[in-house]
Every structure is written in C-alpha cells, then in structure tokens.
C-alpha cells in the first residue's frame, strides 16, 4: 500500500502562485510514477500532468502546459506542483496520483494504483 497526502492548496487570485505537495508513505517511492488530476464540481476528473519515477521525464495537459511545473524530490518521498498564471478555471480538487506501470498511459486515471484524498484550489477572478 501506498498512502499519499496533498497538501497547499487554498484561495489565490487570478494571476498569482500555488505550491501543492503530495507526500507519499508505505511502500518504495521510486518504484512508482506519479501524476496529478483535477475535478471541478460536475466535471469528470481530467489530467493536469504526470513525472516518471527518475524525474526525468514529465507530461502536461495542453491548458497546464507553461504555467505548472512538476517535480519530485525522491528523498523526501514527496512530489510538488508549482502552478503560475492560475485562473479561475483552474479552480478544482487536485488530487496526486501513483501507478507502478503503464506510464506510456499518464493521462488514464484508471492505471493509476493509489490517490490522496485531495486538496481545494480556488482561483478567484
């Protein structure tokens, strides 16, 4: 088992930052890729970006691309989303993601193993 923990969201204005962290306990934490989703009330939960389990290679979805930044500090067993630029379509649970295999599929909520239990970011405009 793999317990994930969000952290840092919150209400910000358009325009401005948000750091979230996920923290990750249980098993080895490089055995496993990670991603980050969002939903927004009445939405489907949609990909916002994902890192593999060197850091090297990451993913983005097209409405993130340029203002959000993963990355992760596999000491610290911890990954992070930087989010610039934030607007009020941003606004959603974010929730972190791992999954063991299938990276080739980042964007597939459904090959990811474990999820943390979400953390609210409000982008007001």
């Known amino acids: 088992q793999v317990q994930l923990v969000e952290s840092g969201g919150g209400l910000v204005q358009a325009g401005g930052s948000l750091r979230l962290s996920c923290a990750a306990s249980g098993r080895t934490f490089t055995n496993y890729h990670m991603g980050w989703f969002r939903q927004a009330p009445g939405k489907e939960r949609e990909f916002v970006t994902a890192?593999?389990?060197?850091?090297?290679?990451?993913k983005y979805a097209d409405s993130v691309k340029g203002r959000f930044t993963i990355s992760r500090d596999n000491a610290k067993n911890t990954i992070y989303l930087q989010m610039n630029s934030l607007k009020p379509e941003d606004t959603a649970v974010y929730y972190c993601?791992?999954?063991?295999?299938?990276?080739?599929?980042?964007?597939?909520?459904?090959?990811?193993?474990?999820w943390g239990q979400g953390t609210q970011v409000t982008v007001s405009s």
């Open positions: 993601a791992a999954m063991d295999d299938y990276y080739s599929d980042y964007g597939n909520p459904r090959v990811y193993n474990y």
């Open positions: 890192i593999n389990w060197t850091g090297v290679n990451t």
